[in-house]
């Protein structure tokens, strides 16, 4: 068993899950502030909900990703990498967005989710919904990233599925260690360490997504005459070669090769590749330098004091 796919998933389920937990204490905490304790099974409610549709999700994805593949086999070959090259991109969309928009809001989130808690229990007989949207929304939105992330590996097997049933019983763990048995966590510190192995992986993501399109293209230019020109690059007389990425940048598989530990870790947690092409390198870089250099400065601003009328989270 390859325990090494697991990895970016717990990762993000963690992040993502200690996210939703924080929402799901702090509703909790100002229900029972409130004297509004009635309505925790709502929340409760609303975190089971929220998870089965995340894993509905999955299945459709999943039935979706076969019902595809079997509508031609003749182009499986074609269509297998490029759904995987689609999820990657979306995935990468998705991800990103949360690293940075997220991280700009996460100071705020405790007035965030103050105002709607309070908002949902001025509406008297309608509280009990209002709380419980508030919270599938929150453990849906985590759910969905991981889902997509997981669609975009589905050759891996079950790995990654697991590693994301791991990241969310961690999350869990570490929710009620906040809000049952009061441990302190540097929540502040924790997200930013989480964010930096996310646009790692990210990155990464982003060098698997371009070689899946690049085998999709292959494949389909290895199909008929008609599309053989669709490969404008391709190395003769080579074992190793690209259809659509250029040519070879580095070769290091009989030093660090990314099937055997330690390369699988660094590929798995750093995007670290035994063959990489041209464009995967650029691709690889200008996620770091773009995506990567405004996660850093969301983080940094993140630092700076909050304004007097602000509600940062604790």
């Not at 290895?222 to 490969?231: G, I, K, M």
């Not at 074992?239 to 099937?259: Q, R």
């Not at 870089?285 to 304004?307: C, D, K, Q």
Request: a positive charge; aromatic letters at 10%.
């Amino acid at each position: 068993m390859n325990f090494s796919t697991a990895l970016p998933t717990f990762v993000i389920t963690l992040r993502e899950g200690v996210e939703a937990a924080l929402v799901v204490g702090i509703v909790l905490a100002l229900l029972k502030k409130g004297k509004q304790s009635r309505l925790n099974s709502w929340v409760y409610a609303g975190v089971g909900v929220g998870i089965a549709i995340s894993a509905l999700i999955g299945v459709l994805f999943s039935w979706i990703i076969q019902a595809l593949g079997a509508i031609n086999p003749q182009y499986t070959s074609v269509v297998e990498p490029m759904l995987e090259g689609i999820f990657s991109v979306l995935a990468i969309i998705m991800l990103s967005w949360m690293l940075i928009w997220m991280t700009q809001q996460a100071r705020f989130m405790k007035a965030n989710v103050e105002g709607a808690v309070t908002e949902a229990l001025t509406q008297k007989s309608n509280a009990g919904w209002g709380v419980f949207t508030l919270i599938l929304v929150a453990v849906v939105r985590e759910g969905f990233e991981t889902v997509l992330f997981i669609a975009a590996n589905f050759q891996q097997g079950f790995m990654p599925a697991l590693g994301a049933i791991a990241g969310l019983v961690t999350a869990v763990a570490i929710g009620v260690m906040l809000f049952k048995l009061g441990i302190k966590i540097n929540i502040r510190q924790f997200f930013q360490v989480m964010g930096i192995l996310l646009v790692l992986i990210v990155a990464g993501l982003v060098v698997s997504a371009l070689k899946h399109f690049d085998e999709a293209v292959a494949n389909l230019a290895l199909s008929s005459r008609a599309t053989e020109s669709f490969c404008f690059y391709y190395e003769h007389f080579t074992k190793v070669h690209s259809c659509i990425l250029g040519p070879m940048v580095w070769n290091t598989a009989k030093i660090l090769p990314d099937e055997q530990f330690p390369g699988v870790i660094f590929k798995t947690l750093l995007g670290y590749r035994e063959h990489l092409y041209l464009v995967q390198a650029i691709g690889y870089l200008t996620f770091l330098v773009t995506i990567g250099g405004a996660y850093l400065r969301s983080i940094t601003s993140a630092s700076a004091p909050e304004p007097k009328n602000a509600k940062p989270i604790t």
